[in-house]
Nanobody, 116 residues
Framework: QVQLVESGGGLVQAGGSLRLSCAASGSIVTPNAMAWYRQPPGKQRELVATITSRGNTNYADSVKGRFTISRDNAKKMVYLQMNSLNSEDTAVYYC??????????WGQGTQVTVSS
């Protein structure tokens, strides 16, 4: 059984930085893609960034140049470095693992609040 646990969220001032971490446990198969999604207050969940098991990345336009996704396959970790945060980045951030035919998994989410 796969479990994803996020950490690193919190309260930060506008212009600041945070680094989110997601620890995966259980049976992880390759190829796969890991991603960060977020759900702002009163809005739908949206994709922030993805990274494949080969290291290919993709970003939402709203975070390009500010956020960086990375992963450590040996440690079963994925990270999201967030810089130049603004109030529109306030959301619950979710870790996602897509193992294609082997299922999709979600973490419980971590709150990021950016104060202006």
């Amino acid at each position: 059984q796969v479990q994803l646990v996020e950490s690193g969220g919190g309260l930060v001032q506008a212009g600041g930085s945070l680094r989110l971490s997601c620890a995966a446990s259980g049976s992880i198969v390759t190829p796969n893609a890991m991603a960060w999604y977020r759900q702002p207050p009163g809005k739908q969940r949206e994709l922030v960034a993805t990274i494949t098991s080969r290291g290919n990345t993709n970003y939402a336009d709203s975070v390009k140049g500010r956020f960086t996704i990375s992963r450590d396959n040996a440690k079963k970790m994925v990270y999201l470095q967030m810089n130049s945060l603004n109030s529109e980045d306030t959301a619950v951030y979710y870790c996602n693992l897509n193992q294609y035919m082997h299922g999709i998994h979600w973490g419980q989410g971590t709150q990021v609040t950016v104060s202006s």
